[in-house]
């Protein structure tokens, strides 16, 4: 007995989709991570203030990465669960130690480029299959991603 056959979703056509959700997955990993150490070793006039923030991110990103994972297995696959297939498949790397806001917030912000560039192409997929779920679940993700972009902006100008 398979989910899809209750879901009325066309398994070819998932297809797509739960491949951009595993690469989705991996990203999320890889940022959360990043995210925890920027949260660690933030330094400067703005610690109090971006020390929270991260740990906001972080904790959103985290509830992000169950959603993803908890999608795939309603859409048929298996969510991949090793951090060394999450480097792999991930186009966001792993950062070094990094302290300074300027620095930590281009980061974020390049990071988020990054899932937004792919939540866009996976709710394509998911609406040519008719997987108003997923559509739904990443314009939701959107619409928090594209207001943490513009006040991260705000920060740096």
Avoid: C
């Avoid at 297995?73 to 300027?102: C, D, Q, R, W």
């Avoid at 937004?116 to 996976?122: A, F, N, S, V, Y």
């Amino acid at each position: 007995m398979k989910t899809l056959d209750f879901l009325q979703l066309d398994p070819k056509s998932t297809e797509k989709t739960v491949n951009g959700l595993q690469e989705l997955l991996a990203n999320l990993q890889v940022y959360y991570t990043n995210l925890r150490g920027f949260h660690w070793n933030v330094k400067g006039i703005e610690f109090y203030g971006l020390h929270a923030k991260l740990e906001e991110f972080y904790d959103d990103t985290a509830e992000k990465v169950d959603e993803v994972a908890e999608r795939i297995l309603m859409l048929g696959g298996v969510p991949a669960h090793n951090f060394s297939e999450y480097l792999k498949t991930s186009t966001i790397k792993e950062t070094a130690v990094v302290s300074t806001t300027k620095e930590i917030v281009q980061n974020v912000l390049d990071s988020l480029k990054v899932l937004i560039g792919l939540e866009r192409g996976i709710l394509e997929a998911a609406s040519d299959s008719n997987d108003e779920v997923t559509v739904s679940l990443l314009g939701d993700f959107l619409a928090g991603q594209e207001k943490n972009v513009w006040m991260l902006t705000a920060l740096l100008s």
